[in-house]
């Protein structure tokens, strides 16, 4: 196993099939940083024009269309004391008679701390604390070059993984995803501290994110949906606008999880996932929302070992 450090030079706004800023292969352990979603770095220093600055493609010796790229994130943690989000909710995520009561928005600025693990809001007229969270960090932005030579806007989501913002794409989980293009090329980025579920205000606590992940590759392993697992549950993720489309994305994608890996008929498969799948709300701000679908790993083993 080859340890790189890589410090970034340059961003991408798209994921597709551009040049890589570094070549891996499986097995290999990357140590890097991103920037946060304006394009400011850990030292508050302006790399990268927003949106959502991308970290990466890293090219994987070996990957090639119709494989499976397997992603194992050691380390997602902010590496600064700050973070900022947006003051007042996206006007998509509420009814439209009330978008008009919404306030103008603004960016807020919070403290963060990093040995505590907390986020702090503080009034800037009065400077008394108004609200401490704990920190959940995770990457809004991960995934591979989208098929067919495209460039896709690091502000939305497909197949290929994009600008998900789910929050099971945080340290210990292990992310798969189809290989379109040759070196399958790997970008992160869009760093939240904190964030809730579908990312209402159309951010999280944004900030700068010390990154360490491991690259497997699965060949000949085709897969249709970004999958995943953590240490409780699988999980598969859909991304489609209207969000019924992104959650039957997800669904579908679990029951070929069930079928093809576990060796689960379809009668079992939808007695199972019909009583017990649970759905994570990843955001419905983004040009494409997302869904994923989850079932906890101790279900599936005890139907393995009966």
């Known amino acids: ?180 293009e040759e070196g399958a090329l790997l970008y992160i980025g869009d760093g939240h501290a904190l964030q809730g579920d579908g990312e209402p205000v159309g951010s999280g606590i944004e900030t700068s994110f010390a990154v360490q992940f491991r690259v497997d590759l699965l060949k000949r392993k085709r897969i249709q949906w970004p999958r995943g697992e953590s240490s409780e549950h699988i999980f598969t993720v859909g991304n489609a606008r209207p969000l019924e489309q992104a959650a039957q994305h997800a669904l579908t994608e679990m029951i070929r999880w069930l079928q093809e890996d576990y060796g689960l008929e379809m009668e079992v498969s939808s007695m199972v996932l019909g009583q017990c799948a649970e759905f994570d709300l990843g955001n419905i701000f983004n040009p494409a929302y997302t869904m994923a679908c989850k079932l906890k790993k101790n279900i599936i083993e005890d139907l393995i070992n009966r």
């Open 1 to 180: 196993m080859t340890v790189h450090r890589f410090t970034p030079r340059i961003y991408y706004n798209t994921f597709g099939k551009q040049e890589p800023v570094l070549k891996i292969s499986p097995e290999d352990r990357v140590i890097t940083t991103t920037a946060d979603a304006h394009g400011y770095n850990e030292r508050m220093e302006q790399v990268a024009l927003k949106d959502n600055p991308l970290t990466g493609p890293f090219y994987i010796e070996g990957a090639e269309p119709g494989d499976a790229l397997a992603v194992h994130l050691e380390i997602t943690r902010p590496n600064r004391n700050t973070g900022w989000s947006s003051s007042t909710f996206a006007p998509n995520v509420v009814e439209p008679s009330y978008v008009r009561k919404l306030p103008e928005k603004e960016y807020i600025n919070w403290n963060i701390d990093r040995r505590k693990r907390t986020a702090e809001y503080i009034d800037p007229l009065t400077g008394s604390t108004v609200l401490v969270l704990p920190l959940l960090p995770m990457l809004g932005c991960i995934g591979v070059a989208p098929p067919q030579g495209q460039l896709i806007s690091s502000r939305t989501s497909g197949e290929y993984g994009g600008n998900m913002d789910y929050r099971g794409f945080s340290e210990g989980a292990t992310v798969h995803f189809p290989v379109f």
